[in-house]
T-cell receptor, first 107, second 114 residues
Framework: GQNIDQPTEMTATEGAIVQINCTYQ??????LFWYQQHAGEAPTFLSY????GLEEKGRFSSFLSRSKGYSYLLLKELQMKDSASYLC????????FGAGTTVTVRA | ETGVTQTPRHLVMGMTNKKSLKCEQH?????MYWYKQSAKKPLELMFV???????ENNSVPSRFSPECPNSSHLFLHLHTLQPEDSALYLC?????????????FGEGSRLTVL
């Protein structure tokens, strides 16, 4: 089966940096996704990693280490609108999700 | 607007009712999915259709019955549900399989079973 772990909640201050870790144990691996979900809205795609290393996209970066079964999502220069749930998902020919990390940004 | 539309957005039903959830995608994708999202739990994959063929049934109880008449439409028929089936039901689509690829989600149908 699939086992994808991420912290339940994180709180940070506006302008700060937050790192959301995700560890996974899956029978196969075809890439790792991060999605953002605001309350009452659809999850939306943030990033995709299939090779080891860092992918940077504006204020958001995602890192992958396949040998360690580990990824993180880095959110820089936090804004109030970044308050949302962040979902880690592993592609094992079907997408399996973690339970999500709720990030609260305080003024 | 993600290109995936779900109706109804909210549904309240009794345990003996029969209702259906509808999903439509305008992205030209070939794969469609039903996920269940309960509070504090991971998204649970329920069904996958690729090119209208069901390729995944994740041990879902028979009181949930999917239907995919074409690549753009997906239904979830509900019958004799239990209160623990109350959840957000998300539809998603993707290009289709070799890889799952990026999923495009609808905003979900919030189901409450009384």
């Amino acid at each position: 089966g699939q086992n994808i772990d991420q912290p339940t909640e994180m709180t940070a201050t506006e302008g700060a940096i937050v790192q959301i870790n995700c560890t996974y144990q899956t029978s196969g691996f075809n890439g790792l996704f991060w999605y953002q979900q605001h309350a009452g809205e659809a999850p939306t795609f943030l990033s995709y990693n299939v090779l080891d290393g860092l992918e940077e996209k504006g204020r958001f970066s995602s890192f992958l280490s396949r040998s360690k079964g580990y990824s993180y999502l880095l959110l820089k220069e936090l804004q109030m609108k970044d308050s949302a749930s962040y979902l880690c998902a592993v592609d094992d020919y079907k997408l399996s999700f973690g339970a999500g990390t709720t990030v609260t940004v305080r003024a | 607007e993600t290109g995936v539309t779900q109706t109804p957005r909210h549904l309240v039903m009794g345990m003996t009712n029969k209702k259906s959830l509808k999903c439509e995608q305008h992205l030209g994708h070939n794969a469609m999915y039903w996920y269940k999202q309960s509070a504090k739990k991971p998204l649970e994959l329920m069904f996958v259709y690729n090119f209208k063929e069901q390729t995944e049934n994740n041990s879902v109880p028979s009181r949930f019955s999917p239907e995919c008449p074409n690549s753009s439409h997906l239904f979830l028929h509900l019958h004799t549900l239990q209160p623990e089936d109350s959840a957000l039901y998300l539809c998603a689509s993707s290009q289709g399989r070799e890889n799952t690829g990026e999923l495009f989600f609808g905003e979900g149908s919030r189901l409450t079973v009384l």
